[in-house]
């Protein structure tokens, strides 16, 4: 069945940069976009972009340009989500989800089971 | 950029029939995904492209869309239906397609 696990919690100071991973099974890894999604405390869900695992192309929320790389790894079926200059207000839970592929549709199908990542001095 | 409307909350009674509607404008000509999210859980596809269920999702989960207003029906509602719920587009008016969820509906079950 389709699984996507990601990494565990996470404690960063505020500057600071963080890597969430994700990594698929159950499927064929470069077959399907993976969006990342996040929840902060109390907040509804926003969108901060996709990869497409087959090529690397990536499209970032403008919120989160110059702030967030996605990256994957084929040889693991791993994607990677990397955010930079952590602030207070990045403190969520990070989700990675599975969608296929395409720009423009498509269903968020699959979710990882989310990561918190907490940004406290 | 294109804004989705969900009320804060729903209340219904074991066994009613729930609506939770999402309101976008002209988004009947937008195909929208519902999710459902029960506390400490990971969000759940409920309903796709409008009116589609994925498997293992129950029939009393169905949805519509028509003119600027979407909506998710719960019918016979049961106490572990108890959620919130997103509605989600894609806003494919720039060109660049980005996602955008509603704000997300708490369905409390009386």
């Known amino acids: 069945q389709v699984q996507l696990v990601q990494s565990g919690a996470e404690v960063k100071k505020p500057g600071a940069s963080v890597k969430v991973s994700c990594k698929a099974s159950?499927?064929?890894?470069?077959?399907?976009?993976i969006h990342w999604v996040r929840q902060a405390p109390g907040q509804g869900l926003e969108w901060m972009g996709w990869?497409?695992?087959?090529?690397?192309?990536?499209d970032y929320a403008q919120s989160f340009q110059g702030r967030v790389t996605m990256t994957r790894d084929t040889s693991i079926s791993t994607v990677y989500m990397e955010l930079t200059r952590l602030q207070y207000v990045d403190t969520a839970v990070y989700y990675c989800?599975?969608?296929?592929?395409?720009?423009?549709?498509?269903?968020?199908?699959?979710w990882g089971q989310g990561t918190l990542v907490t940004v406290s001095s | 950029s294109y804004v989705l409307t969900q009320p804060p909350s729903v209340s219904v009674a074991p066994g009613k029939t729930a609506r939770i509607t999402c309101g976008g404008d002209?988004?009947?000509?937008?195909?929208v995904h519902w999710y459902q999210r029960q506390p400490g859980q990971a969000p759940v596809l409920v309903i796709f492209?409008?009116?589609d269920r994925p498997s293992g999702i129950p029939l009393r989960f169905s949805g519509s869309n028509s003119g600027n207003t979407a909506t998710l029906t719960i019918s016979r509602v049961e106490a572990e239906d108890e959620a919130d719920y997103y509605c989600?587009?894609?806003?494919?008016?720039?060109?660049?397609?980005?996602?955008?969820f509603g704000g997300g509906t708490k369905l409390t079950v009386l």
């Open positions: 002209n988004l009947g000509s937008k195909s």
């Open positions: 159950g499927y064929t890894f470069t077959g399907y976009f």
């Open positions: 492209y409008d009116n």
């Open positions: 990869i497409n695992p087959n090529s690397g192309v990536t």
């Open positions: 989800a599975k969608c296929p592929p395409g720009v423009g549709a498509g269903e968020l199908t699959n």
């Open positions: 989600q587009v894609w806003d494919r008016t720039t060109d660049h397609p980005h996602v955008v």
